[in-house]
């Protein structure tokens, strides 16, 4: 054997053991996922924020207990009149998804039309029964690829990430939380409602994704065209057109940040771009606070997201570990003039990847509202300093090493 095959010989068996240290990697973390220990979730039931001052006719509430949260949805559901459109990531066949089943067949029952959209991979679990709808209710249920050479084109593997509920045109929902009782009680995460002419986007939205992609003849309608904002905007990311919109609004927030930056996102496994804004604003002075949970429902996106903390950590970004439950919200607040809430994560899926939605909101009474919420939450977590992140096992940075390759598939 020539010199040179012996070293293609080598190189080859050197790449299959990656890969197949890597797969085991994988495999055992996914399992290691599904059977990770639940435990009772801790943390402050705060009660919902009702602000008025957001922007001229919108009223705005937060949310960030998922019980309040689904009571406010449901009770708004049960008072439409025109039209119903919720859209959701997850929706679970438990005590909360079947209430939230039932009100909108009853609503449908009594004339309201109604549309419903769930991305179809992510409830493969749920019972196929409890997916299905009566035909007087209009129902898409999203599908990422449809023909095998879908598989090739990245614009056809986004899933519909999104959490939407719009109830007749004028009151508007978004945020991170899923529909289903673990949600409800277990998570900590935060959701946004908007009463008023600032809702009419989100009906547009929903609308928008309804027609590209359901292939109805039935379609949502708008009353009213929505009107541009000066303090609310809408970002929406469509990767069939390859619009990532939110990406760039959080690059252009954060290299425009003057005093502190407080970023809450459960998977933080972000492109070069993202990272590299977030190290210029603390080399400048800026005080840049992330705060993820110390163990999220995806030990695969923990292992990846802690690839960057070393790098954080040097340049001078606080992490903080949230603790007692899983927290699921993807929000920021910067200079406590700026705030954004929605359902995309600081990873590579949500930023360039799959369809989202984020408001972005100006004004000082929602940032200082969206501050408190941040400083209870880091409250209930703990830092994490380099001189403890350096002396971390062994095993633990070679497992990152490996791992690290996986970052654009999270």
Known sequence: MSIRAAVLNAVLVI????????????????????????????????????????????????????????????????KATQTICIESFIWKGDTIGSAFKEA???????????F???????????????KLFPDNIHTYRYRAWRRPLDVIDPRRLARDHRKLLIVDERIGYLGGYN???????????????????AARQLHASFADFWTEHAGSAV???????????????????????????IRSMYIEAIDLAKDRILLTTPYFVPDRFVLESLIRAAKRGVSVQLLVPEQSNHLLADWLARTYFTKCLRR???????????????????????????????D???????????????GAQLARQMEDIFI???????????HEWLKRPLVQKLGELVLSPYWPFL
């Not at 991305?119 to 029964?129: G, L, Q």
């Open 15 to 78: 790449i299959v053991a990656l890969v197949a240290l890597q797969t085991a990697v994988v495999v055992s973390s996914a399992i290691a996922t599904r059977f990770r220990r639940r435990r009772d979730a801790i943390f402050p039931n705060r009660q919902p924020a009702r602000l008025s001052e957001v922007a001229e006719d919108n009223v705005v509430t937060l949310y960030t207990y998922g019980m309040d949260l689904y009571d406010a949805m449901l009770q708004d559901i049960r």
């Open 104 to 114: 909108i067949i009853d609503q449908a029952k009594r004339g309201v039309e109604v």
């Open 116 to 130: 419903v959209i769930f991305d179809s991979f992510a409830n493969m679990v749920v019972p196929r029964a409890f």
């Open 179 to 197: 529909i289903g009782d673990l949600y409800g009680a277990k998570w900590r995460d935060t959701h946004v409602r908007i009463e008023g002419d």
């Open 219 to 245: 379609r949502p309608k708008a009353t009213q065209a929505p009107a541009l904002q000066p303090h609310v905007r809408l970002y929406i990311n469509n990767p069939t057109r390859i619009m990532f919109p």
């Open 316 to 346: 001078g970004i606080r992490i903080f570990l949230y603790q007692g439950a899983m927290i699921h919200a993807k929000t920021a607040t910067i200079d406590g003039e700026w705030t954004t809430v929605g359902t995309a994560n600081l």
């Open 348 to 362: 590579r899926l949500s930023l360039m990847g799959n369809h989202e939605v984020n408001v972005e909101f100006f």
């Open 376 to 386: 209870e939450d880091r409250a209930h977590g703990r830092e994490l300093l380099l």
